[in-house]
């Protein structure tokens, strides 16, 4: 290792070999990006399919007024809600595989969702009674209304996942507590816990994935088995559009309270979730893996997410959607890219600055001086932006 020197100066270390070019085949080593640590830039491809699901969100909601008795419209809102959710939890969850009950990251978990969830339940409530004209709407952080259900959720999945993670066979043991949920009616509406529990598998499929999985369903040959999948699921949710009640798809009640008999509910829930693993399967192969225009936008669906919401019930307040050429096709397609684009421009940068204040608030003041993280701040130079901390923010 060390060589000895006849100098003045001692030993000296021996003079490092020239660097050699790389094998063919064996890529060299990027360098990081300017001003980011090695280790912490974020992938693109769940960027990517982080952006497309919000988007998908949004044409959902939109669709949902103006569907009435369209079978064509029906049928793609059928197969959209059997994915959408599910893909965007599953990333949550993947996400989340880092979190334990350090102190930062607590403290991450009560700014970026305990924070935005008590902001927004509020926000919607105040909406839905002074200018849904509710006026019985009363503010209840104990009752989720809308959208805000998923940060309840998340909140409490988060918080769920040490345990997860110690368990022997997480998956099975979710399936289990989300098919008994399904035959609980006296679960009740606290914080949404019907939606909790029965998307609960998602979120610990999530856990439990690895890089190498998002990779062997981004291969080509499942991208073109996707096609024929997708055109199979387009073709049933037109015959179960009128067969079949899309309550199912939400997982926000028990089999009993759709008026369907106890047993549907545990046979409904593992059937949903072998067809939303195999259609979010599909939409993972087909999410671009590169940087896209799109895939800065991945940082903000939380932001689109929560805010679309305002929009699509003032016009169904506003009666936006009872206009009769938007029951046509070229009134739907409107529909649809006017809710495409309105979600994108809700993820831009600009968007993301004016809320950051309750979206992702610092709130230094609430919190008492965490000796370790001060620490690790010393030990990185100062630097917040972490792979934890990037880990954190994708996940929502």
């Given at each position: 290792?060390?060589?000895?020197?006849?100098?003045?100066?001692?030993?000296?270390?021996?003079?490092?070999?020239?660097?050699?070019?790389?094998?063919?085949?064996?890529p060299?080593?990027?360098?990081?990006?300017?001003?980011?640590?090695?280790?912490?830039?974020?992938?693109?491809?769940f960027?990517?399919?982080?952006?497309?699901?919000?988007?998908?969100?949004?044409?959902?909601?939109?669709?949902?007024?103006?569907?009435?008795?369209?079978?064509?419209?029906?049928?793609m809102y059928?197969?959209?809600?059997?994915?959408?959710?599910?893909?965007?939890?599953?990333?949550?969850?993947?996400?989340?595989?880092?979190?334990d009950?350090?102190?930062?990251?607590?403290?991450?978990?009560?700014?970026?969702?305990?924070?935005?969830?008590?902001?927004?339940?509020?926000?919607?409530?105040?909406?839905?009674?002074?200018?849904?004209?509710?006026?019985?709407?009363?503010?209840?952080?104990?009752?989720?209304?809308?959208?805000?259900?998923?940060?309840?959720?998340?909140?409490v999945?988060?918080?769920?996942?040490?345990?997860?993670?110690?368990?022997?066979?997480?998956?099975?043991?979710?399936?289990?507590?989300?098919?008994?949920?399904?035959?609980?009616?006296?679960?009740?509406?606290?914080?949404d816990?019907?939606?909790?529990?029965?998307?609960?598998?998602?979120?610990?499929?999530?856990?439990?994935?690895?890089?190498?999985?998002?990779?062997?369903?981004?291969?080509?040959s499942?991208?073109?088995?996707?096609v024929?999948v997708?055109?199979?699921?387009?073709?049933?949710g037109?015959?179960?559009?009128?067969?079949?009640?899309?309550?199912?798809?939400?997982?926000?009640?028990?089999?009993?309270?759709?008026?369907?008999?106890?047993?549907?509910?545990?046979?409904?829930?593992?059937?949903?979730f072998?067809?939303?693993?195999?259609?979010?399967?599909?939409?993972?192969?087909?999410?671009?893996?590169?940087?896209l225009?799109?895939?800065?936008?991945?940082?903000?669906?939380?932001?689109?997410?929560?805010?679309?919401?305002?929009?699509?019930k003032?016009?169904?307040?506003?009666g936006?959607?009872?206009?009769?050429?938007?029951?046509?096709?070229?009134?739907?397609?409107a529909?649809?890219v006017?809710?495409?684009a309105?979600?994108?421009?809700?993820?831009?940068?600009?968007?993301?600055?004016?809320?950051?204040?309750?979206?992702?608030?610092?709130m230094?003041?609430?919190?008492?001086?965490?000796?370790?993280e001060?620490?690790?701040?010393?030990?990185?130079?100062?630097?917040?932006?972490?792979?934890?901390?990037?880990?954190?923010?994708?996940?929502?």
């Amino acid at each position: 290792m060390f060589h000895a020197a006849s100098s003045p100066h001692g030993n000296r270390r021996a003079p490092l070999p020239p660097a050699e070019s790389p094998a063919p085949g064996v890529p060299s080593p990027r360098p990081a990006p300017s001003g980011r640590r090695p280790g912490t830039q974020r992938d693109a491809f769940f960027d990517n399919a982080k952006y497309l699901a919000i988007v998908l969100v949004a044409m959902g909601h939109a669709w949902e007024p103006i569907k009435g008795d369209s079978r064509i419209l029906e049928s793609m809102y059928t197969v959209v809600y059997t994915f959408h959710m599910p893909a965007f939890i599953i990333i949550s969850g993947y996400f989340s595989r880092s979190f334990d009950l350090r102190p930062d990251r607590l403290r991450r978990l009560l700014t970026g969702v305990v924070v935005p969830y008590v902001v927004f339940e509020t926000l919607y409530s105040l909406f839905d009674r002074y200018v849904g004209g509710d006026e019985d709407h009363a503010i209840s952080l104990l009752d989720p209304w809308y959208l805000t259900w998923f940060l309840a959720a998340l909140f409490v999945w988060r918080l769920t996942t040490p345990i997860w993670k110690l368990i022997r066979y997480p998956l099975p043991v979710a399936l289990v507590i989300s098919m008994l949920a399904s035959v609980s009616p006296q679960i009740g509406n606290d914080l949404d816990f019907q939606r909790v529990l029965q998307f609960l598998p998602f979120f610990v499929l999530g856990l439990s994935m690895k890089a190498e999985h998002f990779r062997l369903v981004r291969r080509r040959s499942v991208r073109i088995a996707s096609v024929p999948v997708v055109a199979a699921a387009l073709v049933v949710g037109w015959w179960a559009s009128p067969r079949m009640q899309t309550g199912w798809f939400y997982h926000r009640d028990a089999a009993q309270e759709m008026g369907a008999p106890w047993w549907t509910g545990p046979v409904m829930m593992l059937a949903l979730f072998g067809c939303s693993l195999l259609l979010t399967a599909c939409f993972f192969s087909w999410v671009p893996g590169r940087r896209l225009w799109c895939t800065a936008l991945g940082a903000g669906t939380l932001y689109g997410y929560l805010l679309h919401g305002f929009l699509i019930k003032g016009g169904e307040y506003g009666g936006w959607f009872d206009h009769d050429w938007q029951r046509t096709p070229l009134g739907e397609l409107a529909v649809t890219v006017v809710a495409a684009a309105v979600v994108t421009l809700l993820c831009t940068a600009p968007v993301r600055r004016v809320f950051r204040c309750v979206m992702e608030p610092r709130m230094a003041w609430a919190f008492r001086p965490d000796a370790a993280e001060s620490a690790r701040e010393r030990a990185r130079g100062g630097s917040d932006r972490t792979p934890d901390g990037d880990r954190a923010k994708a996940a929502v």
